[in-house]
């Protein structure tokens, strides 16, 4: 048979040729080879899917410094897996090392679980309702005797907003006592000062964006690579981007921050009000003001009567660099090159902080500062503004904005003004009459009016005051004479150790609320954790007591969202309105910026500039319109020494300060184990030439003594403290360096000066 | 002529795969039943061959040997090319990647590592060391993935990575230089580091331009999805 003939053999000529076995084999391996490739497919999804260490991502902010970090918290299973950076947030993604460690604060040791009372000088475990029925009663007995200013509430920049307001309104528009303070107080109350005086509104213009653009950087009393690490990771990567790009760093200290930076100007602690002045007057000297912009935006004071600019320049004529650098510890040369580079800059951006605030002429310096933006017109403009860096995740929208201080109400306001108290009880529906005009006790003061009996029943929540306050062990005392109450996460801090009561209270993400960082962001941080044992969020613990004392009616919003809305409803009374910043829109955005008024606004990323904050007149161009003419205010600030001038008795400076792996006194981040051995424990820096001559080498114990106490710790010799400068960090408990410390504070802040204490050393014989 | 191993290796698949359908169309038209009769032999140079066995390896080498080879060098190829950065930048979905790359003004870590030459050449290869011929299966399945997602246009921009990038692409070159040992923190975070629970990014920013960048419709994105000159 040959194959012509074999119907097998014969090629098909047309379709109709094609037998339906054919047609069924090619559709059936068409088939298969889909099928294949489907199933391959298939199963790579499978495969590379099951790679997932992180259930569900959340976004949430850092609970440690200002900065306020966006951060994305992975869960598994109930627990905190992993945390990573934001890159949608502010931030851009970067954290830093307290940040990356936040899985591990959720289950640091040594919580506190349940309430406890002290009872035969212990403190034994209680339940709630015994807790808080002793503290209520306390407190009533203590209103009753000797009046509601006999009360007080000492808060922080780390409690939620929604708890600091509330607390705020129960003490002052409830109890009716204006002794509501915070931690704040010891951190940036002179950046406060400053810009009100300033601007006459409260926060700062900029934001960190404007580190994106600016062409120079003026960081003065600011560590930031420590303390702030993801902004000056910015200003890094501005310079990398950008290598034109200068960075100033003026400090004492030889710090990291100095030495990224292209100049250090190391000043003597205490002085650098000359350094400031000493620019303004090259500033004007070389001609390099920018007269249109003062002419336009600005107004001159010498604090009590204006002044015009002639005579802010014959006030400049005793500050020229000639005159001041002895005092200064820094060359005139070096002076005029700064002021030049300052004025002329495209863009110049000042970042401060504790070096500046924490001092007794920190609003003078605060206002200098913003005044050799105003003279240059470096402001307004991206890149071009002063800025203040802040030390704690809530301190701005918590307490600032919250206006939860002695001498504030919300929204800018101050209780010594009788318009402002008004239209705070008409807000909040009180009596006429309900808002004390006393000004409440600043925070020295309060524990000082503990010391004396004035104030004899205290809330404290969220801050370790017995650690962080100067003279600590003055204000340790005090707190002993007083009916002291502390809402606190962990068990045993130097704060408890002097309490009578002690409430266990959730942390970070075990509880729900809203936090203010340094540039006017508002961001949400959801709860994702069960807080553990009885733990409780101190807004719970502030209706609670709310309601024991009888005003259970004023407190009605209890929970984080009913008292956001009804905060953001009080802030469209003021020019801080943020009415238009719901939760719903900070579940779903990467926060945002106030002033917000309705909710299609952005966010206003540059303040007092038209076209992002809607209060600027139309066709203003820049208007500071906190005050009455519109215009910033220019002051002339004498420079005084500080009281804590060294003499023969005390020759050294001591300066204190934070390192990166730590946050505050360590109640936190000691508790980490690869934080904990970063850091070891606190030494005293000095400098090789100063240890030489008091016969004091690395490893020895050294005793640092102050008019005010006397600490005992090991000493390390570095050359990145100044000649005549000790420095210590102020985490460690056990060296507890703020004994040292001098009681100075600003006259106007209330502020302590923790940088500039005169000491004098001696190495201690084993 | 100066030819880059990729060009040889290029040059060698068409020549496989010219060869393999040269000799398909034979194999196509060869009749089995009628060699046999014919029966005579061929000669193979060294050796000379019944006609059916000469047959039946070019039938071989048609179907079999010639596609297998083929794939393997497509692949080889396809490994090999995509170590250049021109070979990542052919999909369009990672255009923003590349472009975002060499614009020197962007401050992301792949600009910086790119502007400043601190990589010579392969820059995409060098951070993600893991999809070449060398590399491991998983990031082979991924790749495959990928590719299937691409051709389907079964993707939704921006794209998200799946699995966790390996520290280890980092620690390669930074690890144990000065600079990097200086870091306090990355003393003290040297396990987690290497154990890749927490990630280098964490402190050193964004790698490539932001997933709200990529997203069609933003500001950024027809700047990103330029094509490359």
Redesign the interface.
């Given at each position: 048979m040959s194959?012509e003939s074999d119907p097998r053999h014969k090629r098909p000529q047309t379709f109709s040729d094609i037998t339906r076995r054919e047609v069924l084999l090619t559709l059936g391996g068409v088939a298969a080879a889909v099928g294949a490739?489907a199933a391959?497919?298939g199963g790579?999804?499978l495969?590379?899917?099951s790679?997932?260490?992180v259930e569900r991502w959340n976004k949430a902010v850092c609970r440690f410094c200002g900065t306020g970090c966006g951060v994305m918290i992975g869960m598994k299973e109930g627990r905190v897996v992993?945390?990573?950076?934001d890159?949608?947030a502010h931030n851009?993604?970067?954290?830093?090392?307290k940040?990356?460690?936040l899985p591990e604060l959720t289950r640091i040791g040594g919580r506190l679980t349940s309430p406890k009372i002290r009872r035969r000088g212990k403190l034994v475990d209680a339940s709630w309702d015994e807790a808080m029925g002793l503290v209520a009663a306390k407190f009533a007995e203590s209103i009753h005797q000797s009046g509601p200013d006999s009360v007080a509430f000492y808060g922080s920049g780390q409690l939620l907003t929604e708890e600091s307001y509330t607390a705020n309104k129960l003490f002052k528009a409830g109890i009716r006592t204006n002794n509501v303070d915070g931690n704040p107080r010891l951190c940036m109350a002179s950046a406060a000062t400053g810009y009100i005086s300033t601007y006459g509104k409260d926060e700062p213009p900029g934001c960190y964006a404007d580190a994106?653009y600016a062409h120079f950087f003026f960081l003065i009393g600011a560590n930031s690579y420590e303390c702030h690490?993801p902004i000056f990771?910015r200003i890094r990567?501005?310079k990398?981007?950008n290598p034109d790009t200068l960075i100033v760093c003026v400090d004492p200290r030889r710090t990291k921050t100095a030495e990224h930076s292209d100049i250090h100007l190391p000043v003597i602690p205490g002085t650098d009000l000359l350094l400031l002045n000493a620019m303004a007057f090259v500033i004007f000297d070389q001609g390099l003001q920018n007269q249109s912009f003062i002419d336009r935006h600005v107004r001159f004071s010498d604090g009590e009567h204006d002044a015009d600019q002639a005579a802010f320049r014959r006030f400049l004529q005793s500050y020229a660099p000639e005159k001041v650098e002895q005092e200064l510890g820094v060359s005139a040369t070096d002076i005029r090159r700064v002021a030049y580079l300052f004025a002329t800059s495209p863009a110049t951006m000042s970042l401060w902080t504790m070096g500046i605030n924490q001092r007794t002429q920190g609003t003078s310096l605060n206002n200098m500062i913003n005044t050799l933006h105003l003279v240059t017109g470096q402001i307004g403009r991206p890149g071009a503004t002063p800025f203040s860096l802040t030390g704690q995740p809530n301190a701005c929208g918590g307490v600032r904005d919250t206006g939860a201080l002695s001498h504030a109400l919300p929204g800018g306001r101050v209780v010594a003004n009788p318009q402002h108290r008004r239209e705070m009880e008409q807000i909040w529906k009180v009596p006429e009459g309900t808002i004390s005009d006393k000004v409440g006790f600043d925070a020295v003061n309060l524990f000082r009016a503990m010391e004396d009996g004035r104030v004899k029943a205290a809330l404290i929540m969220c801050t370790n005051p017995g650690a962080t306050l100067p003279a600590a062990a003055r204000y340790q005392a005090a707190m002993e004479n007083c009916f002291t109450v502390v809402s606190d996460v962990v068990e045993d801090s130097e704060t408890q150790r002097h309490a009578q009561v002690v409430l266990p209270a959730a942390l970070w993400i075990e509880k729900e609320g809203v936090t203010g960082q340094g540039e006017r962001r508002y961001q949400l941080t959801p709860k994702l954790l069960t807080p553990p044992g009885q733990a409780r969020s101190d807004l719970e613990m502030l209706v609670d007591l709310a309601e024991r004392l009888g005003h259970g009616k004023l407190i009605t919003a209890r929970t984080p969202r009913a008292v956001w809305d009804e905060w953001r409803e009080v802030s469209s009374h003021s020019l801080y309105n943020f009415k238009g910043i719901t939760y719903d829109r900070l579940e779903k955005e990467r926060g945002l910026q106030w002033p917000c008024p309705t909710e299609d606004h952005p966010g206003t990323a540059r303040r007092y500039v038209e076209g992002d904050d809607p209060f600027v007149t139309k066709g203003a161009g820049i208007e500071f319109y906190g005050n009455h003419d519109k215009k910033a205010v220019v002051y002339l600030r004498p420079y005084t020494p500080s009281p804590e001038k060294t003499s023969m008795e005390y020759p050294l400076y001591l300066t204190t300060g934070r390192v990166?792996?730590q946050f505050h006194t360590g109640t936190l981040t000691d508790r980490i184990a690869?934080?904990h051995?970063?850091t070891g424990d606190a030494m005293f820096d000095l400098n090789p030439e100063d240890a030489r001559r008091l016969g004091v080498q690395t490893g020895d114990r050294i005793e640092v003594k102050s008019k005010y106490g006397s600490v005992t710790g090991e000493a390390r010799t570095t050359e990145a403290s100044r000649l005549g400068v000790i420095f210590a960090a102020f985490y460690d408990w056990k060296l507890l360096v703020n004994r040292a410390v001098a009681d100075n504070y600003d006259v106007t802040s209330k502020e302590p000066e923790f940088k500039v204490t005169a000491v004098s050393v001696s190495k201690v014989m084993a | 002529m100066n030819l880059e191993l990729r060009q040889i290796v290029m040059l060698l698949g068409t020549l496989t795969c010219l060869l393999g359908v040269i000799l398909s169309i034979r194999t196509a038209r060869t009749r089995f039943d009628r060699i046999e009769t014919s029966g005579q032999d061929v000669n193979m140079g060294i050796t000379r061959l019944p006609a059916l066995a000469f047959a039946k390896l070019v039938a071989f080498a048609a179907l079999i040997a010639l596609p297998a080879g083929a794939v393997f060098i497509a692949n080889y190829h396809t490994f090999e090319g995509v170590h250049e950065v021109r070979g990542c930048a052919s999909c369009h979905v990672m255009l923003p990647m590349v472009n975002d790359m060499r614009d020197p003004n962007s401050g992301t870590l792949a600009a910086r590592h790119y502007k400043n030459r601190w990589i010579a050449e392969d820059q995409c290869y060098h951070c993600h060391s893991d999809y070449g011929l060398a590399g491991n299966l998983e990031a082979k399945m991924t790749g495959f993935r990928h590719l299937a997602r691409y051709t389907s246009r079964t993707y939704h921009e921006p794209i998200e990575a799946r699995v966790r990038f390996d520290n280890k692409n980092c620690l390669n070159c930074h690890a144990g230089t000065p600079r990097f040992e200086a870091v306090q923190s990355h003393k003290t975070a040297h396990e987690r580091l290497v154990s890749n629970q927490m990630i280098c990014l964490n402190c050193h920013g964004q790698a490539h331009p932001t997933s709200a960048q990529r997203t069609p419709g933003s500001n950024d994105y027809a700047r990103l999805m330029e094509k490359m000159k």
């Amino acid at each position: 048979m040959s194959s012509e003939s074999d119907p097998r053999h014969k090629r098909p000529q047309t379709f109709s040729d094609i037998t339906r076995r054919e047609v069924l084999l090619t559709l059936g391996g068409v088939a298969a080879a889909v099928g294949a490739g489907a199933a391959t497919w298939g199963g790579l999804e499978l495969m590379v899917r099951s790679r997932q260490t992180v259930e569900r991502w959340n976004k949430a902010v850092c609970r440690f410094c200002g900065t306020g970090c966006g951060v994305m918290i992975g869960m598994k299973e109930g627990r905190v897996v992993d945390v990573r950076g934001d890159e949608l947030a502010h931030n851009k993604g970067v954290l830093c090392i307290k940040g990356s460690m936040l899985p591990e604060l959720t289950r640091i040791g040594g919580r506190l679980t349940s309430p406890k009372i002290r009872r035969r000088g212990k403190l034994v475990d209680a339940s709630w309702d015994e807790a808080m029925g002793l503290v209520a009663a306390k407190f009533a007995e203590s209103i009753h005797q000797s009046g509601p200013d006999s009360v007080a509430f000492y808060g922080s920049g780390q409690l939620l907003t929604e708890e600091s307001y509330t607390a705020n309104k129960l003490f002052k528009a409830g109890i009716r006592t204006n002794n509501v303070d915070g931690n704040p107080r010891l951190c940036m109350a002179s950046a406060a000062t400053g810009y009100i005086s300033t601007y006459g509104k409260d926060e700062p213009p900029g934001c960190y964006a404007d580190a994106d653009y600016a062409h120079f950087f003026f960081l003065i009393g600011a560590n930031s690579y420590e303390c702030h690490q993801p902004i000056f990771e910015r200003i890094r990567q501005r310079k990398r981007a950008n290598p034109d790009t200068l960075i100033v760093c003026v400090d004492p200290r030889r710090t990291k921050t100095a030495e990224h930076s292209d100049i250090h100007l190391p000043v003597i602690p205490g002085t650098d009000l000359l350094l400031l002045n000493a620019m303004a007057f090259v500033i004007f000297d070389q001609g390099l003001q920018n007269q249109s912009f003062i002419d336009r935006h600005v107004r001159f004071s010498d604090g009590e009567h204006d002044a015009d600019q002639a005579a802010f320049r014959r006030f400049l004529q005793s500050y020229a660099p000639e005159k001041v650098e002895q005092e200064l510890g820094v060359s005139a040369t070096d002076i005029r090159r700064v002021a030049y580079l300052f004025a002329t800059s495209p863009a110049t951006m000042s970042l401060w902080t504790m070096g500046i605030n924490q001092r007794t002429q920190g609003t003078s310096l605060n206002n200098m500062i913003n005044t050799l933006h105003l003279v240059t017109g470096q402001i307004g403009r991206p890149g071009a503004t002063p800025f203040s860096l802040t030390g704690q995740p809530n301190a701005c929208g918590g307490v600032r904005d919250t206006g939860a201080l002695s001498h504030a109400l919300p929204g800018g306001r101050v209780v010594a003004n009788p318009q402002h108290r008004r239209e705070m009880e008409q807000i909040w529906k009180v009596p006429e009459g309900t808002i004390s005009d006393k000004v409440g006790f600043d925070a020295v003061n309060l524990f000082r009016a503990m010391e004396d009996g004035r104030v004899k029943a205290a809330l404290i929540m969220c801050t370790n005051p017995g650690a962080t306050l100067p003279a600590a062990a003055r204000y340790q005392a005090a707190m002993e004479n007083c009916f002291t109450v502390v809402s606190d996460v962990v068990e045993d801090s130097e704060t408890q150790r002097h309490a009578q009561v002690v409430l266990p209270a959730a942390l970070w993400i075990e509880k729900e609320g809203v936090t203010g960082q340094g540039e006017r962001r508002y961001q949400l941080t959801p709860k994702l954790l069960t807080p553990p044992g009885q733990a409780r969020s101190d807004l719970e613990m502030l209706v609670d007591l709310a309601e024991r004392l009888g005003h259970g009616k004023l407190i009605t919003a209890r929970t984080p969202r009913a008292v956001w809305d009804e905060w953001r409803e009080v802030s469209s009374h003021s020019l801080y309105n943020f009415k238009g910043i719901t939760y719903d829109r900070l579940e779903k955005e990467r926060g945002l910026q106030w002033p917000c008024p309705t909710e299609d606004h952005p966010g206003t990323a540059r303040r007092y500039v038209e076209g992002d904050d809607p209060f600027v007149t139309k066709g203003a161009g820049i208007e500071f319109y906190g005050n009455h003419d519109k215009k910033a205010v220019v002051y002339l600030r004498p420079y005084t020494p500080s009281p804590e001038k060294t003499s023969m008795e005390y020759p050294l400076y001591l300066t204190t300060g934070r390192v990166l792996e730590q946050f505050h006194t360590g109640t936190l981040t000691d508790r980490i184990a690869e934080l904990h051995e970063a850091t070891g424990d606190a030494m005293f820096d000095l400098n090789p030439e100063d240890a030489r001559r008091l016969g004091v080498q690395t490893g020895d114990r050294i005793e640092v003594k102050s008019k005010y106490g006397s600490v005992t710790g090991e000493a390390r010799t570095t050359e990145a403290s100044r000649l005549g400068v000790i420095f210590a960090a102020f985490y460690d408990w056990k060296l507890l360096v703020n004994r040292a410390v001098a009681d100075n504070y600003d006259v106007t802040s209330k502020e302590p000066e923790f940088k500039v204490t005169a000491v004098s050393v001696s190495k201690v014989m084993a | 002529m100066n030819l880059e191993l990729r060009q040889i290796v290029m040059l060698l698949g068409t020549l496989t795969c010219l060869l393999g359908v040269i000799l398909s169309i034979r194999t196509a038209r060869t009749r089995f039943d009628r060699i046999e009769t014919s029966g005579q032999d061929v000669n193979m140079g060294i050796t000379r061959l019944p006609a059916l066995a000469f047959a039946k390896l070019v039938a071989f080498a048609a179907l079999i040997a010639l596609p297998a080879g083929a794939v393997f060098i497509a692949n080889y190829h396809t490994f090999e090319g995509v170590h250049e950065v021109r070979g990542c930048a052919s999909c369009h979905v990672m255009l923003p990647m590349v472009n975002d790359m060499r614009d020197p003004n962007s401050g992301t870590l792949a600009a910086r590592h790119y502007k400043n030459r601190w990589i010579a050449e392969d820059q995409c290869y060098h951070c993600h060391s893991d999809y070449g011929l060398a590399g491991n299966l998983e990031a082979k399945m991924t790749g495959f993935r990928h590719l299937a997602r691409y051709t389907s246009r079964t993707y939704h921009e921006p794209i998200e990575a799946r699995v966790r990038f390996d520290n280890k692409n980092c620690l390669n070159c930074h690890a144990g230089t000065p600079r990097f040992e200086a870091v306090q923190s990355h003393k003290t975070a040297h396990e987690r580091l290497v154990s890749n629970q927490m990630i280098c990014l964490n402190c050193h920013g964004q790698a490539h331009p932001t997933s709200a960048q990529r997203t069609p419709g933003s500001n950024d994105y027809a700047r990103l999805m330029e094509k490359m000159k």
